[in-house]
């Protein structure tokens, strides 16, 4: 018998889905409308931003699953050092003038954008649902 996915589970699913589609079309649309350089400091950026929140979504799922009081110490020091290496490769790619700064920015923002949308769009659903069982 398979088990339903909590519905926490399945929005953070659909988050992932829509953050790396918006890079992609961010990216793409970069690309046509500007130059490879934007939209490669678009893509960079977005790199950046997803897998940071997908390495943030593992950790909080690591810790939650097991006992907290055991586990946060480790959370915390994996945040700072994902935090340190966030800032260590922007720093790196802002100070060897490697990319867009406008660029890297729009692409830093998928992740902002991605969680956003998503949420608006389950709130508004969860809203029209509600007001139809009125």
């Known amino acids: 018998m398979m088990q339903a996915r ?11 889905v829509v953050i790396w589609l918006l890079l992609a079309v961010m990216a793409g649309v970069a690309w046509w409308l500007f130059s490879g350089f934007v939209a490669m400091s678009i893509g960079i950026g977005g790199l950046v931003a997803n897998l940071s929140f997908v390495w943030l979504k593992r950790d909080l799922v690591k810790l939650l ?11 915390f020091i994996r945040y ?3 935090l340190a290496l966030v800032v260590a490769v922007l720093f790196f790619l802002v100070k060897s003038d490697r990319v867009h700064i406008a660029g890297l920015l729009l692409g830093l923002s998928t992740v902002y954008l991605g969680i956003l949308g998503t949420t608006l769009g389950a709130g508004k659903r969860f809203y029209f649902r509600v007001k139809e069982a009125l």
């Open 80 to 82: 700072y050092l994902r």
């Open 65 to 75: 699953a097991g006992p907290l009081t055991a586990a946060k110490a480790r959370f």
């Open 6 to 16: 909590p519905r926490g589970d399945s929005l953070l699913a659909r988050i992932q």
